[in-house]
């Protein structure tokens, strides 16, 4: 595998190439092994620390990242702001140099504000990994999300699932972009292995603009259901909704959810993912979500390599 320059911290898709995606996914499938081991470790990362730094509710990202740093052989913490001194009052800047103080050689931070994770990287020696900040990135939801879609389209037993190349595929990702860090993460990187990405959604739940994002846009999931060999599905961020965008869920559900009837219409062999959590009923019928081409629990499993792959190409491999 042919090593290509990594930045010292993964802040977003947008500083990556095609060649690093591709060697953070071929590094993804070599140690996607690791799961099926009688111990299911490497000490790749022995004697390094990983603190998950999370300002913001998770479960699929944080368990994650812990799971991937101890198959690594990493030890680990775990920062939650809400049981920390920041209910007191401390500052963003002296919490992050307050763990750093402790030792850890990558910091792995979610926060609501978007840009958060940039200014940490320059408050710290450790590597910084943006594990989602705002509505800005979620870089290792994209990686993990490429490797799945790889996987599930590619033969058995290729080294990296299709080569890494998404030529010729049509990705259609739903929903709720405005609130959406994985959608521009995921434009990105599917956009960077060669996919046609088009984005589907109310008007009001898009971006005032689209500047920068590779994407063509619809707003008719029907028109546009027949061609995608993809669709990704986004959840409603009603959390982050400062005024009403919508006239109901159920109006939602009607026009851009995955129900039963349009899961009949998806072209045979599409894929249908969604990065969790989930609202079922609203952008994903029950029913639909727990179905054999809804890729979601592969998400979350290629999770733990994915991330593997990056804290060991931050902590461990050549730059
Ligand atoms: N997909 C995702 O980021 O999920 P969590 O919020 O549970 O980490």
């Given amino acids: ?29 070599s140690f996607s092994e690791v799961a099926e081991r009688p111990i299911p470790k490497v000490p790749a990362l022995r004697g390094k620390t990983v603190a998950t730094v999370f300002f913001e509710p998770s479960t699929r ?33 002296d919490t992050v140099e307050t763990i750093e103080a402790m030792g850890v050689d990558a910091l792995v931070v979610r926060h609501r504000a978007a840009g958060a994770p940039a200014l940490v990287a320059r408050w710290v020696t450790a590597s910084v990994v943006n594990a989602g900040d705002g509505a800005h990135e979620h870089p290792t939801q994209a990686l993990l999300d490429c490797y799945t879609i790889l996987e599930a389209l590619a033969p058995p037993g290729a080294e990296l699932p299709g080569g890494g190349d998404c030529s010729g595929l049509s990705i259609g990702i739903v929903g709720d972009v405005a609130h959406s860090r994985v959608a521009r993460s995921c434009a990105l990187a599917f956009e960077a292995l060669g996919a046609a990405v088009t984005l589907v959604g109310p008007r009001t739940l898009l971006p005032p603009s689209l500047e920068g994002w590779p994407v063509a846009v619809a707003s008719d999931l029907d028109a546009v259901l ?26 939602y559900r009607e026009r851009f959810g995955l129900t039963e009837g349009r899961a009949r219409r998806l072209r045979p062999g599409a894929l249908v993912l969604h990065p969790g959590p989930m609202n079922r009923g609203v952008e994903i019928d029950a029913s639909v979500a727990s ?27 050549a730059r």
């Fill in 1 to 29: 595998m042919t090593e290509v320059a990594l930045p010292r911290h993964l802040l977003g898709i947008a500083g990556l190439d095609r060649a690093a995606i591709v060697e953070l996914l071929s590094l993804a499938a």
């Fill in 61 to 93: 990202t944080r368990l994650s990242f812990e799971s991937a740093a101890r198959r690594l052989s990493a030890d680990t913490m775990t920062f939650t702001a809400a049981t920390s001194s920041v209910t007191k009052g401390e500052s963003l800047r």
């Fill in 226 to 251: 027949g061609e995608l060999d993809v669709v990704y599905l986004l959840r409603l961020q009603t959390e982050r909704m400062r005024q009403a965008r919508l006239p109901s869920l159920e109006e």
């Fill in 291 to 317: 179905e054999h081409a809804t890729l979601v629990t592969r998400q979350v499993r290629n999770g733990v390599p994915t991330r593997m792959a990056v804290l060991f190409r931050l902590l461990g491999g």
